[in-house]
């Protein structure tokens, strides 16, 4: 299995930006998509996942109401719409997948993970 990131680039605050990720081989209804981010100097953290047959999503506080996780199976496709941007959301952004719950927010559940897509956020 391979996931390709893709969709970062430089935004002003307050902005929107749309990230992508492409899996590469199949994909089942028990599987469960997250994205990551890691800002330079921190830790990777939890952003959003979503479960692959049902749709159920969760986030992480920072960044509920702002950024919405969906997916299209038809294209094996999963999707980050952030708005509001903000610059402490200036990360590598990561999609990664799992065999169980969306609600799973540690990386080290993760088995799958794609290249990052850096996004930057200019005040």
């Known amino acids: 299995v391979q996931l390709q990131a893709s969709g970062g680039g430089l935004v002003q605050a307050g902005g929107s930006l749309s990230l992508s990720c492409e899996v590469f081989?199949?994909?089942?209804?028990?599987?469960?998509m997250g994205w990551f981010r890691q800002a330079p100097g921190k830790e990777r953290q939890f952003v959003a996942a979503?479960?692959?047959?049902?749709?159920?999503?969760s986030y992480a506080d920072s960044v509920k109401g702002r950024f919405t996780i969906s997916r299209d199976r038809t294209k094996n496709t999963v999707y980050l719409q952030m708005n509001s941007l903000k610059p402490e959301d200036t990360a590598v952004y990561y999609c990664?997948?799992?065999?169980?719950?969306?609600?799973?927010?540690?990386?080290?559940?993760?088995?799958?993970w794609g290249q990052g897509t850096l996004v930057t956020v200019s005040s």
């Open positions: 081989g199949r994909t089942y209804s028990s599987h469960a």
């Open positions: 979503i479960n692959w047959g049902d749709g159920r999503t």
């Open positions: 990664a997948r799992r065999t169980g719950s969306p609600y799973v927010t540690a990386e080290g559940d993760y088995g799958y």
